[in-house]
C-alpha cells in the first residue's frame, strides 16, 4: 500500500510541473548543455538573479552535470549569478555572499525564494527566474538537493541543510542592515517543502539566536509541514513584521504528502491554535487542486485581479488589504479569496 501512495505522490507532482504556457521559461527546462560557466562579466542588460545553492560544484563532472543532486563536501556554498540570454543559461561563480549580492538591482525590492521537493538545480531556474519578472524584483534563490526518491529523504535533506539556511539569515540581517536603502523591502517566499526550512529554524533552537524583525513578509506558500502545532512553531518565528501561510484544501500534492507522513499538512487545513502575527489565505475557492499558483502557470492567476495583487503586494513588502470584497473573512485569523 505504501508504493501505492509514493506512485501517486510522484504522479500528482509532474501533473502539477507540466502546466501549459505560452511563455517559453516556462515550458522548457534548460538540458545540461543549455548552461554555460563564464568567468567574464555578464551584461547588466539580460535578466538576472542570484543563486546560493548547496550542492557539489563540479565543472568537470563527465556528464556536464554541474550541480548534481547532493550535498557539497563540508556541506560549502557556491554562489552565482544566472542570467538568461536566448535559451541559453549563463552561470558565474562569486567568492563570498557580499560580492554576489552587487548583483542584485539595488533599485528594487529583495525576495529570497526557496523552492520545495523534487527539483533539480536546472529545473528551478527557470521558476525562479519567471517569479523575479512576474514581480519585478531582485530575486535571491535558496537551491538545495531537493530530487530525492522520496518525501521523507528529502525531510532529511532539510534537516542536514539547514545550518546553511540560518548562515543564510544571518548574512541576510546584516546586509539588510548596512546595505539597503529604507525604501528597500526584503521578504520570504518559501514553497511546499521548503517551508520545512522556517519551521526546522525553531526546532532546533536557532530562533533563540535569531529574533529581530529584519524582514518584511514571509509567505509560507502551500507549506508541506504538520498542520498540528504549527501554530506555537511559527509564532516563535520573529524575524519577520509579518506571517502569511497561503493554503488550498484540495491541494492534490499536500494531500498526497498527508499519506506518506501520516499528518495532516498546514497547506491543506489549518489546525488551530493559530500563530501569533499570522494571517491565513485560502485559496481553496478558486484554485481547484493545484499545488503552485504564484508564477503565472494558470489562467486564473491573471484572470482573476485578486491573485496577483495579494503576492504582489505581500512580496514588495506591504500588507494585504483583507478587507476589501477580494476576500471573505472565515474566522479571526482565516480568509478565503474569491
Known amino acids: 500500500m505504501k508504493s501505492i501512495f509514493i506512485v501517486f505522490f510522484i504522479f500528482v507532482l509532474l501533473l502539477n510541473s507540466t502546466a501549459q504556457t505560452d511563455n517559453p521559461l516556462l515550458n522548457v527546462i534548460p538540458e545540461w548543455k543549455n548552461i554555460s560557466l563564464v568567468s567574464g562579466e555578464i551584461p547588466d542588460s539580460l535578466p538576472k538573479i542570484l543563486v546560493i545553492t548547496n550542492r557539489p560544484f563540479e565543472p568537470a563532472n563527465k556528464d556536464n ?6 550535498i557539497a563536501l563540508y556541506r560549502k556554498v557556491t554562489y552565482l549569478e544566472v542570467a538568461f540570454n536566448r535559451g ?40 525562479s527566474m519567471l517569479i523575479k519578472n512576474r514581480y519585478d524584483v531582485s530575486l ?10 522520496n518525501f521523507n529523504k528529502s525531510l532529511a535533506r532539510v534537516r542536514r541543510c539547514s545550518d546553511n539556511f540560518y548562515s543564510l539569515l544571518l548574512n541576510l540581517e546584516k546586509y539588510r542592515a548596512n546595505s539597503m536603502s529604507d525604501n528597500q523591502s526584503l521578504s520570504v517566499l518559501a514553497h511546499s517543502l ?23 513578509n514571509i509567505i509560507f506558500n ?9 501554530g506555537e512553531v511559527i509564532s516563535l518565528i520573529t524575524i ?9 484544501k484540495n491541494d ?20 488551530e491554535p493559530f500563530a501569533g502575527n499570522t494571517k491565513y489565505i485560502n485559496f481553496t475557492n478558486i484554485a481547484g487542486y493545484l499545488h503552485t499558483y504564484f508564477v503565472g502557470y494558470n489562467e486564473f492567476e491573471d484572470e482573476n485581479p485578486a491573485v496577483f495583487n495579494f503576492y504582489n503586494t505581500i512580496i514588495h513588502g506591504g500588507q494585504a488589504n483583507l478587507s476589501n470584497d477580494d476576500f471573505e473573512k472565515l474566522n479571526e485569523k482565516e480568509y478565503m479569496i474569491k
Open 240 to 248: 519577520s513584521k509579518n506571517k502569511y501561510v497561503v493554503l488550498n
Open 88 to 127: 541559453t543559461w549563463l552561470v558565474k561563480v562569486h567568492e563570498s555572499f557580499d560580492e554576489a549580492m552587487k548583483i542584485l538591482d539595488s533599485s528594487k525590492d529583495i525576495l529570497l525564494f526557496v523552492h520545495g521537493h523534487g527539483k533539480t538545480f536546472n529545473e528551478i531556474l527557470p521558476r
Open 194 to 216: 521548503g517551508n520545512y526550512f522556517l519551521t526546522h529554524f525553531v526546532v532546533n533552537g536557532c530562533w533563540q539566536y535569531l529574533n529581530t524583525p529584519f524582514i518584511d
Open 140 to 149: 535571491i534563490l535558496f537551491d538545495w538537493p531537493a530530487e530525492n526518491s
Open 252 to 271: 492534490r500534492v499536500l494531500r498526497g504528502a498527508n499519506l506518506l507522513t501520516s499528518g495532516k499538512m498546514l497547506g491543506n487545513v489549518v489546525i
Open 65 to 70: 552535470i554541474i550541480f548534481p543532486n547532493g
Open 222 to 230: 502551500a507549506p508541506a509541514v504538520r498542520s498540528k502545532e504549527h
